[in-house]
């Protein structure tokens, strides 16, 4: 494959990779996902840098029903889910389970928080198009539960670390349509 190739494959994929919500009920190895996430990280960090990231990944049954009871924890200590009726806190909670893999990203809280921020962004974003190639979709949670101490302890986040993200994995059951986006040029400004 000729350079021009490489780079068109490549802006092809960057286009087409889409946030997936639904998966197919198809299992993930954690050896794949090890071997993603070794190529990205060579594809991010120099030879020298030693990262001060790391990563847990909760893919088996027993993992997956851990993580949903976790989530459900630190979204009944905000109050939110504390008033639902059982039977729907256990339908969320059925649900959070059937995602195929948890992959949470935690990094040491030290004075380079942004550059470490941005190293396990890049180091995900170069993971989810590598998954995108082999047909496995992700979608990266931000939301405020990871952060409640119960879901912290639960995952074993030690005192000097925060969790970036979790990123949610799986094959594709359906990729959703392009969205209209406000193009690049609109976004920026020339000085």
Known sequence: MSATQQKSALSQLIRKRRSIRSFAKRDLS???????????EASVLSTDQEPSHRFLLLASPDGKAKAASIVMDA?????????LPNKLNQLMADRIAQIPAFLIAIAKDRGEKERERA???????????LAWERGIGAVWNTESFMHKPSFKLGVGVQEDERIVTILYLGYCEKVPKTKPRTP??????YL
């Not at 050896?31 to 990205?40: F, P, R, S």
């Not at 190293?119 to 198009?129: C, E, G, K, P, R």
């Not at 690049?184 to 400004?189: G, H, M, R, V």
């Open 75 to 83: 979204y009944s200590e905000q109050g939110l889910y504390k008033w």
């Open 119 to 129: 190293t396990v962004s890049a180091v995900l974003q170069s993971l989810t198009l």
């Open 30 to 40: 954690p050896e794949l996902i090890v071997e993603l996430l070794q190529a990205a």
């Open 184 to 189: 690049a040029e609109k976004k920026l400004t």
